[in-house]
């Protein structure tokens, strides 16, 4: 079973950010994705106040009727 967590890295140690249910010992496989950065935290209260600001000026419009929920949803 995959599990998807995050976890901080400090003196030499992953230290997850949430239980595990590991048992002792138990083998298993990393792949480390870096998830921030100290050199990008300078941008990110920027690209924050950008995306707001894309988000705020998108329009969506449909010509035609839009479909109920049972329409998208296959119901027996």
């Known amino acids: 079973m995959a599990q998807f967590i995050e976890a901080v890295y400090t003196n030499g140690v992953l230290k997850p950010k949430e239980e595990l249910g590991l048992r002792e010992a138990q083998r298993v496989r990393l792949i480390v994705e870096v998830l921030d950065d100290d050199t990008d935290r300078g ?4 690209a924050l106040q950008r995306l707001l600001a894309g988000i705020e000026g998108m329009r969506f419009y449909c010509p035609e009727r839009l479909p109920s929920r049972d329409e998208l949803h296959d119901r027996p």
């Open 43 to 46: 941008d990110r209260p920027a």
